[in-house]
């Protein structure tokens, strides 16, 4: 009798124990999530606006003016992505350390040399008056919201404060984060500088990062300062600070055919920019109306407006460029400051306090020059002489913002180039449709001019004779309008020919993934949105092709290696999540990334024009290893090999696409909590791009956004994102649209069937 006891009172205490998990949980789920239907009264609103959302949480937003409309629109970002928008405001300002503690200060005191805040507070300066009042609405929604005391997220709970009032430059700063984000040359030149101290030639360097076939000469020849050999840490550490800012990506498509290449008629437009992958999404999808302004597409948490989308009369997509607006110069100091045109220059000091919680505040003198700000003072290596930063993102008059709020609008190829006149950082691919059967392309922004000698490459002395001469003039800026192909593609290549007349860059994308869209558009007659489609989703991978000659030439020396090596000359290149071919070629070519690790001191080196030359010619990396290019090949298949195992597991499960809670990631539970994973195909390559990280596979990066457009008939348009519209945690949109997205399913582009609707009405 006993013993049945203990077991009922053990089986009570489980099902207490079951019950009170329960609900907690519902009670945390009812006291998280925000208000989604009924009325809110908020101060602030001249007339009532309403927030209505379908099944899927699309959100479409009314209101009786464009003042009214941002702020509705500042309340319902803030209702789903309260924590993502309090994240990136903190993150561009250097404040994380004051809610995560010292983990949080090397970031910190990096954004805080950077300056990004203060030059977000200088671009809300430069807008117009009209876009300020634009932006100081969607601030006040915000605001209102906040101070309606509405439920707050699981993240504010768990690191236990509130958010503090919104300002004009908290929207600002995440447009210059992102800018940051998309100007990747400076950390190709550190690359470069790291090398030059490692003892490497400018000529070697030219080999291990080639750079496009005719601008070859130009790096060679290019000035660059000589490091000291402690300076290859100053490089080092730079570097490993922007590779925890997830910067330094290169991968977006986007494409738009004319009509008579449609089958419907009209212009067709696709775009799917490729950015970190994040749990919530770095977007979120909305449709914005008021009268006389209709605009859809995905905007980001944190800022007004429609980013990438369409409105009734034009469809618009970006990509990131790649030119080159950043440049690093070494500094010669002296006594009293630095020498500059011969004279000796103090420095501009700023004094920055960081708070930490649970720790000291720390002081943070900041150096400027008349380049920018000394960043090699955020790394702590001693014998390094200055290194500053010029970059466009850094100057007065930033109006990118501006561009944004202005294309929304746009109802004709003059409005859309008129729009992207206010554009400055950093410079982006913008394709172009409209209902009269238009397209374009425009790539707007400030591009300086280097003296002849300075291609960008390096690290140049900051004496004064390396500056930049002006800009590249906007009508000289590369554009087209209705090119006799029918078709304009972007995805991060070089975008204009040899002998255009001024130097945008030497680092660009390669281009595979080009080159497989152009030949998709071209392999078809006539295309429509179901073939954009399978564009988006095609996951050939052309490296695979431009290795596979390699393979045929190799002689592994174990029976399995031998089998495979058969299997993959057989194989179709496609990339698929069920492919095993996949696994072993990506495996391979991991392995054949290693082959100059001893020379440049990285395990992984992501250059395949300088692998694949090596493999066929011969490189001094096999002569130091003590081996042929081609036995080093054979080699790595059979690394690969046993790097997978006994059974060759499907590409997909060795490659999941990883959703990362940027915060929520240190303790495993809390981390698998928060975060979303699902089996994924592609390469860095390949059209539907699958970048991973050689250590383990895992797919951080990748398509952030889709969006298909028919302007024959623009509410038959699509879009997806994944995970999922809310950042809730506890919401089930938290992460509804990953299978969807990872099938490559789409949703109408716009409100589906409006499932709950809040009315925001003037309070006092």
């Known amino acids: 009798m006993l013993w049945r006891g203990l077991r009922v009172l053990v089986a009570g205490l489980v099902l207490l124990a079951v019950l009170l998990a329960v609900g907690g949980y519902y009670y945390l789920k009812t006291t998280s999530l925000p208000r989604t239907s009924g009325r809110l009264l908020l101060s602030g609103l001249s007339a009532t606006a309403e927030v209505l959302r379908d099944e899927h949480d699309v959100i479409r937003v009314r209101a009786e003016s464009l003042a009214d409309l941002y702020f509705a629109q500042g309340v319902a970002h803030a209702q789903e992505r309260l924590w993502q928008m309090e994240f990136q405001r903190r993150l561009g300002a250097g404040r994380l350390a004051e809610v995560l503690g010292p983990e949080a200060l090397a970031t910190d005191r990096f954004m805080r040399t950077l300056g990004l805040y203060r030059a977000a507070e200088r671009a809300y300066r430069a807008l117009s008056p009209e876009a300020r009042d634009w932006v100081d609405a969607y601030v006040a929604g915000i605001n209102a919201y906040l101070g309606s005391k509405p439920p707050l997220p699981l993240e504010f709970r768990l690191l236990g404060f509130r958010p503090e009032p919104w300002k004009p430059a908290d929207v600002l700063v995440w447009a210059k984060v992102m800018s940051y984000e998309l100007s990747k040359n400076y950390k190709d030149e550190l690359r470069r500088y790291r090398l030059l101290a490692r003892g490497l030639t400018k000529e070697r360097i030219n080999q291990l990062m080639p750079p ?3 601008d070859a000469p130009t790096v060679v020849r290019s000035v660059a300062a000589r490091p000291e050999p402690a300076e290859e840490g100053v490089a080092a550490g730079l570097l490993a600070l922007s590779r925890t800012l997830g910067a330094g990506l290169e991968a977006s498509n986007n494409w738009v055919v004319a009509p008579w290449r449609s089958k419907s008629g009209g212009a067709l437009l696709a775009n799917d920019p490729h950015l970190r992958l994040t749990a919530p999404s770095i977007w979120i999808l909305m449709e914005l109306e008021a009268p006389g302004f209709h605009a859809v597409g995905a905007s980001f948490p944190g800022v007004p407006g429609i980013v990438i989308g369409r409105n009734d ?17 070494v500094l010669e100091e002296v006594a009293g400051g630095y020498r500059y045109k011969g004279e000796v220059r103090p420095y501009r000091v700023r004094q ?4 930490v919680k649970g720790g000291e505040a720390v002081k943070l003198s900041v150096r400027e020059s008349v380049y920018g700000p000394v960043i090699s003072d955020a790394v702590e290596v001693p014998g390094k002489r200055p290194l500053a930063l010029r970059w ?3 100057d007065d008059g930033d109006t990118t913002l501006e561009a944004f709020l202005r294309l929304q609008t746009a109802a004709s ?5 008129d ?8 410079s982006q691919n913008f394709v172009f449709a409209d209902r009269a059967g238009n397209i374009g392309y425009y790539a707007p922004g400030r591009i300086p001019i280097r003296k002849p000698g300075h291609s960008g490459a390096y690290p140049v002395p900051g004496t004064g004779e390396w500056d930049w001469q002006g800009w590249v003039p906007f009508e000289a800026l590369p554009h087209v309008k209705n090119p006799k192909e029918g078709y304009v593609v972007t995805a991060n290549h070089k975008p204009v020919p040899k002998d255009y007349p001024y130097l945008l860059g030497v680092d660009w994308a390669e281009p595979y993934r080009a080159r497989r869209i152009e030949a998709l558009i071209r392999g078809r007659e006539k295309h429509d949105l179901e073939s954009f489609a399978a564009i988006q989703m095609d996951e050939l991978s052309l490296l695979f ?3 596979r000659p390699v393979l045929e030439k190799i002689q592994p020396k174990s029976e399995r290696a031998r089998t495979w090596r058969d299997r993959l000359l057989a194989w179709d290149g496609r990339t698929g999540a069920k492919s095993e071919e996949a696994s072993v070629f990506e495996a391979w070519y991991t392995e054949l990334t290693r082959l100059p690790e001893a020379e440049v001191g990285t395990r992984y080196w992501q250059e395949p024009r300088y692998l694949l030359k090596a493999l066929t010619r011969g490189d001094p990396a096999c002569t130091r290893r003590g081996v042929t290019c081609l036995d080093f090949a054979a080699q790595a298949l059979e690394a690969a090999l046993r790097r997978l195992g006994d059974e060759v597991p499907p590409w997909g499960q060795l490659h999941p696409a990883v959703f990362e809670h940027l915060v929520m990631s240190k303790d495993d539970r809390v981390r698998r909590f928060f975060e979303r994973r699902v089996a994924r195909g592609g390469d860095r390559y390949t059209v539907n791009v699958g970048i991973y990280r050689p250590a383990d596979f895992h797919m951080y990066w990748g398509p952030s956004y889709r969006q298909l457009v028919d302007l024959s008939a623009p509410e038959k348009s699509r879009f997806v994102h994944p995970p999922g519209q809310s950042g809730n945690v506890l919401s089930r949109h938290y992460g509804d649209l990953l299978l969807p997205w990872a099938r490559g399913e789409y949703l109408p582009m716009g409100l589906g069937r409006p499932k709950a609707r809040l009315v925001l009405e003037p309070g006092r």
């Open 413 to 417: 190829w003059e409005a859309f180039v």
């Open 392 to 394: 466009v993102s850094l």
């Open 212 to 214: 496009y076939p005719e």
């Open 545 to 547: 092709f431009d290795f």
């Open 419 to 426: 729009a992207l006149r206010y554009y400055v950082a950093p």
């Open 352 to 355: 920055e306090v960081i708070r």
């Open 313 to 329: 009369r034009i469809a618009w997509g970006v990509t990131n460029m790649g030119a080159d607006v950043e440049d690093l110069y």
